[in-house]
C-alpha cells in the first residue's frame, strides 16, 4: 500500500486544516477511534499509518494512509498509536443537559487534564451531564479527550452561560472552602448539580450567589485545597452512596 508522503498532498492539506477545525475534535489510538465508530459515530476523516494496517487491518471508514513522518504532524500525542480521526464535535444542548437528574458543572477550570478527569468520574458515578461555563477548558480538547478515555461519549457535555445556571431545576452544591455545609447523603436527594469552580480561585461569585448549598470537604493535613479532580471523586462518591461521613 502507497503511503503518503508528500505535504503537498490534498489529503494532507485537508488533515492539517481538520485540526484547526473547533467544530471537530481529534480522537487518537485504536481504543478511542474504535469506541466512537462502534457507537455509530461517522468520522470527517481518518489516516492511519501503514504500519498500523499491517498490525490491525484497515479501520473500515474511508481512510488516507500516511508515512510516519505526516501523520506525526496530525497528530496530538508525542508516540502516536497509528490511527486518528476528527469527529463532529458532539455538543449536547443545555435543555438536554437539564434534564438529568444529576449532572457536574464545571466553572471556569483551566486544565483540560482536570476536566477530563472529571468527565471520566461523572460517567463512574452516574452522573450523566456535564455543563461548562465561560472560559472552561474544552472537554473536546485533545488532552481532555485523552484524560476522560472514552467517557465524553456516555455523558452529555453542554456549553452554557454562567446567568443561564439559573433555569436549572436543580439543588446546587457548591465547593467551597468557605462552604458550611456537610457532606451527606440529604445533600443529594433528587434534582442535583455539583459544582466546581477554577483551580486556583475557586468558583466565580456569580455562581457563589445561586441558592443551593456551600460544602467544604473536611481535611485533616495541613494543607488548604485538592486537586479539583480529586475534590470532584470525593463529592460525588458520596453523592453515589458509594461512603458517607
Same mark, same amino acid.
Given at each position: ?23 471537530? +475534535? ?6 478511542? #477511534?474504535? /469506541?466512537? @465508530? ?11 499509518? !501503514? ?9 473500515? #471508514? ?11 504532524? %496530525? ?6 498509536? &497509528? ?12 435543555? $438536554?443537559?437539564?434534564? #438529568? /437528574? ?8 483551566? /486544565? !483540560? ?19 461548562? =461555563?465561560?472560559?472552561?477548558?474544552? !472537554? ?24 443561564? @445556571?439559573?433555569? @436549572? ?8 472552602? =468557605? ?5 451527606? *447523603?440529604?445533600?443529594?436527594? &433528587? ?7 477554577? $483551580? ?6 456569580? #455562581?457563589?450567589?445561586? *441558592?443551593?448549598?456551600?460544602?467544604? %470537604?473536611?481535611?485533616?493535613? /495541613? ?12 463529592? +460525588? ?9
Amino acid at each position: 500500500m502507497a503511503a503518503i508522503g508528500s505535504a503537498a498532498n490534498p489529503a494532507f492539506k485537508a488533515l492539517l486544516k481538520a485540526g484547526r477545525d473547533r467544530g471537530l +475534535m481529534l480522537l487518537e489510538g485504536r481504543r478511542l #477511534v474504535g /469506541d466512537a @465508530l462502534s457507537r455509530g459515530m461517522t468520522p470527517a476523516l481518518t489516516a492511519i499509518t !501503514p504500519g498500523y494496517a499491517q498490525e490491525h487491518g484497515l479501520p473500515g #471508514v474511508p481512510h488516507a494512509i500516511l508515512g510516519a513522518k505526516l501523520f506525526g504532524r %496530525i497528530a496530538a500525542t508525542t508516540t502516536p498509536q &497509528g490511527i486518528l480521526a476528527f469527529f463532529p464535535v458532539p455538543w449536547a444542548s443545555f435543555e $438536554e443537559a437539564a434534564s #438529568v /437528574d444529576r449532572i457536574v458543572v464545571l466553572d471556569g477550570l483551566q /486544565d !483540560p487534564g482536570n476536566v477530563g478527569a472529571i468527565v471520566r468520574t461523572a460517567e463512574a458515578f452516574g452522573f450523566g451531564a456535564l455543563i461548562v =461555563t465561560e472560559e472552561t477548558a474544552s !472537554p473536546f480538547s485533545p488532552k481532555a479527550l485523552r484524560a476522560s478515555m472514552g467517557s465524553f461519549l456516555g455523558v452529555r457535555i453542554a456549553r452554557a452561560r454562567r446567568e443561564d @445556571l439559573k433555569k @436549572l431545576p436543580h439543588r446546587m452544591v457548591v465547593l467551597a472552602l =468557605t462552604g458550611k455545609a456537610r457532606l451527606g *447523603p440529604d445533600l443529594f436527594t &433528587g434534582k442535583t448539580a455539583i459544582c466546581l469552580g477554577q $483551580e486556583g480561585a475557586g468558583v466565580s461569585g456569580e #455562581v457563589l450567589e445561586l *441558592p443551593g448549598e456551600k460544602v467544604a %470537604i473536611p481535611m485533616q493535613g /495541613d494543607i488548604e485545597s485538592l486537586n479539583v479532580a480529586v475534590a470532584a471523586g470525593i463529592v +460525588m462518591a458520596y453523592a453515589s452512596g458509594v461512603f458517607t461521613p
